[in-house]
T-cell receptor, first 111, second 115 residues
Framework: DAKTTQPPSMDCAEGRAANLPCNHSTISGNEYVYWYRQIHSQGPQYIIHGLKNNETNEMASLIITEDRKSSTLILPHATLRDTAVYYCIVRGTGGGNKLTFGTGTQLKVEL | EAGVTQFPSHSVIEKGQTVTLRCDPISGHDNLYWYRRVMGKEIKFLLHFVKESKQDESGMPNNRFLAERTGGTYSTLKVQPAELEDSGVYFC?????????????FGPGTRLLVL
């Protein structure tokens, strides 16, 4: 699976959009981009995933660049409960079914 | 629908003792995964079951760890004998299909402390 690079930490004001970037410049054509988050003392929580097209669900939006070398997770109206570590994971057939977690981005949402 | 459950939530044992962790996947999910995070490190994959069969156990650290999934429902992860470096949080996840793009859903984890 391709390696990902994320900033170690970000801050966001409550009610504002949180935009979390991820670089995956070595991604191959059949690899998906997944986002999970881990709120303190809980298990990782699935957020969203995509292959080429932008995706949106009730939690977030995922914007993938045309060359697929980077993506952005958008939380449109961040709340204090969105404070967590966010993991961008690239996953394809080469790595089997396992998820390879990096260090992620610690998002802190403040009043 | 109930999510992935894990038992116990916390366990404190002494070095050399045995501990068994249990995971109940989401009903109908054939795929079950074990991961762990040891102190200060990233979450690491341990192994993957498809029903009762071990599909991938490449992440198991050594032969002190034994995972089973008899009957293809719940799974146990036994650590025997436990060492100090086994302390950490052990997560279980499940997914419905045998497909690499299938979403995995995680349990709350078992926090293991070996003294």
């Amino acid at each position: 699976d391709a390696k990902t690079t994320q900033p170690p930490s970000m801050d966001c004001a409550e009610g504002r959009a949180a935009n979390l970037p991820c670089n995956h410049s070595t991604i191959s054509g059949n690899e998906y981009v997944y986002w999970y988050r881990q709120i303190h003392s809980q298990g990782p929580q699935y957020i969203i995933h995509g292959l080429k097209n932008n995706e949106t669900n009730e939690m977030a939006s995922l914007i993938i660049t045309e060359d697929r070398k980077s993506s952005t997770l958008i939380l449109p109206h961040a709340t204090l409960r969105d404070t967590a570590v966010y993991y961008c994971i690239v996953r394809g057939t080469g790595g089997g079914n396992k998820l390879t977690f990096g260090t992620g981005t610690q998002l802190k949402v403040e009043l | 629908e109930a999510g992935v459950t894990q038992f116990p939530s916390h366990s404190v044992i002494e070095k050399g003792q045995t501990v068994t962790l249990r995971c109940d996947p989401i009903s109908g999910h054939d795929n079950l995964y074990w991961y762990r995070r040891v102190m200060g490190k990233e979450i690491k994959f341990l192994l993957h079951f498809v029903k009762e069969s071990k599909q991938d156990e490449s992440g198991m650290p050594n032969n002190r760890f034994l995972a089973e999934r008899t009957g293809g429902t719940y799974s146990t992860l036994k650590v025997q004998p436990a060492e100090l470096e086994d302390s950490g949080v052990y997560f279980c996840a499940s997914s419905k299909k045998m497909a690499w793009e299938e979403t995995q859903y995680f349990g709350p984890g078992t926090r293991l402390l070996v003294l």
